[in-house]
């Protein structure tokens, strides 16, 4: 009997392991469906909440095109504002939004789903108020702001989502690649919406154009904001709340601390000067986006058709560097170049360099070169390649940069909350891009004096000559984060030979 016994004992204890392994198994790979529906959502998204901003020049030609009567009372030129104005807002909200649903922000991160329904709702709701506009202010407030604060709230508890599920620096995708991917099909919908709208307009006209987006807006946001589940973090946290409800004060007390988010970043150098470098390259990058339109079609002499191509071909590179940037700023390429016994490293100051700079450089070489003549087309069509893959790419290195400020966090034994970090580095670039629309109108008037069309004219002499200048530059010192990085290092070789 007691061999028996023994022998019955030894058959269980083989068994555990195996039912383990296809228990972890089994998890792993609903783990593995669940992020794939998260990041589908989140790409689906992107047409809902950027559609409109992205295709925003087509609406802008449309207004500038003498052979459409302008529909609104006020002055046309502040029609160039709701763009930048939109993407602003947007841009602004999300430091506010993103420290609400944060993980640490208690009961509203636990209704993320609810919150991007309730900003589907608005965005719609704005959409069809600004078809029955009939003075231009009206435009701005239901299209520039309330449409824009729908689409931030839609954007914010979704994107909070997708990087807590891919906070995995170990995994096949980590976040900077997970954020990367949903930026390229952001630029796929850049590429594919002036068409769309440039059909409606021609077809229809401006109020039905806008009532079809309005249930395109509808349709898509809800599908994907359903796809984007609740991270497995927020679910234990809830779970865990709901089991402790009943304990006492002190209870309570260490659930409300473990809510507050750290500030710990904001007594350093390093988070100013990216938010800094960001402002200034966002400054410039929504200037194309609003005039292109106008410009192909007064300087180069192209019709509607060619103009909308031309903002197309702005956005189609981005497809491409927002994966390709999100790679770089990885780190995976460093872990590639050790293995082949390389020991060097792009860091987060040096992508972000890179983007910003060959940005600028087409804006000077490209874009101010710009003629009405027959070459003109093509540095244009040139133009809008080049400036879109790196000024497109731009925003996919934050990855990085929110990797580096992980890194000095743990340096330092300080907690950080990337989540609340991206929210107020999107802030920065709201920042950038309301400056940017704000200084586009004047900047417009200073070169009215110029010609416009007259053949053989540069993009430097026409009515677009200011603005180049200033994309060009503000372009450019998006790369203030390598500069400062290599006055650190000046600084420190100094002080050695001293």
Same mark, same amino acid.
């Given at each position: ?77 502040? *029609?160039?504002?709701?763009?930048? *104005? ?71 508890? *979704? ?40 059909? +409606? ?42 089991? !402790? !409800?009943?304990?006492?004060?002190? /209870? ?41 339109? *106008? ?10 058709? !060619? ?14 560097? /927002? ?23 792009? !860091? ?53 940069? +929110? ?20 929210? +107020? +580095? ?73």
């Amino acid at each position: 009997m007691p061999e028996t016994e023994t022998s019955h004992i030894s058959l269980e204890d083989l068994s555990p392991p195996a039912s383990e392994d296809i228990a972890d198994s089994r998890r792993q790979s609903e783990s593995s469906r669940q992020r794939a529906c998260v990041l589908a959502g989140s790409a689906l998204l992107q047409l809902p909440i950027w559609g409109f901003v992205m295709c925003y020049g087509v609406f802008q030609e449309y207004y500038y095109n003498p052979a459409n009567s302008f529909p609104f009372s006020g002055n046309r030129e502040l *029609t160039g504002v709701i763009g930048t *104005t939109s993407n602003g807002v947007i841009y602004l909200s999300m430091p506010f939004l993103f420290a609400l649903f944060t993980r640490n922000g208690g009961w509203a991160a636990r209704r993320r789903r609810p919150a991007a329904l309730c900003g589907s709702v608005l965005t719609c709701a704005s959409f069809v108020l600004s078809s029955f506009s009939t003075h231009v202010w009206h435009l701005v407030a239901t299209q520039g702001v309330l449409a824009a604060l729908g689409c931030a709230l839609i954007y914010s508890p *979704t994107t909070l989502s997708l990087g807590e599920w891919f906070n995995r620096p170990g995994g096949s995708i980590n976040r900077s690649v997970a954020y990367g991917v949903v930026l390229s099909c952001k630029n796929i919908v850049g590429s594919g919406c002036p068409f769309l709208i440039r059909f +409606l307009l021609d077809r229809w006209g401006l109020r039905t154009t806008l009532l079809v987006w309005t249930a395109i807006t509808a349709g898509v946001s809800v599908v994907g904001i359903m796809l984007v589940l609740t991270p497995p973090q927020l679910s234990s946290s809830s779970e865990e709340e709901e089991t !402790s !409800s009943s304990d006492g004060g002190g /209870s309570r007390a260490r659930r409300h601390h473990g809510r507050h988010i750290p500030w710990q970043f904001l007594r350093h150098q390093t988070f100013y000067i990216y938010c800094v470098s960001i402002v200034c390259q966002s400054a410039g990058y929504g200037i194309p986006q609003t005039y292109l339109n *106008t410009y192909a079609a007064e300087v180069t002499l192209l019709s509607q058709a !060619s103009a909308t191509l031309m903002l197309a071909l702005f956005n189609v590179p981005g497809i491409f560097s /927002s994966s390709f940037f999100g790679y770089l700023g990885s780190g995976k390429p460093a872990r590639s170049r050790r293995r082949w016994g390389i020991n060097t490293s792009l !860091s987060a100051a040096i992508v972000t360099a890179i983007s910003a700079v060959s940005a600028g450089l087409s804006a000077f070489l490209l874009w101010g070169l710009t003629s009405s003549q027959q070459s003109g087309m093509a540095l244009l069509v040139l133009f809008s390649v080049t400036f879109g893959f790196f000024a497109g790419g731009y925003s996919a290195t934050w990855g990085g940069i +929110l990797n580096e400020l992980e890194r000095e966090a743990a340096q330092r034994n300080e907690a950080i909350d990337t989540g609340m970090l991206y929210g +107020l +580095l999107n802030g920065a670039r709201g920042i950038g891009y309301v400056s940017g629309g704000l200084a586009g109108v004047p900047l417009l008037r200073a070169g009215s004096g110029s010609a416009s069309n007259v053949a053989g004219v540069f993009g430097y002499e026409t009515t677009y000559g200011p603005l180049i200048v200033f994309t060009g530059l503000s372009s450019v010192l998006g790369g203030l984060g390598l500069l400062w990085k290599w006055e650190r290092l000046l600084r420190g070789w100094m002080a050695r030979i001293r």
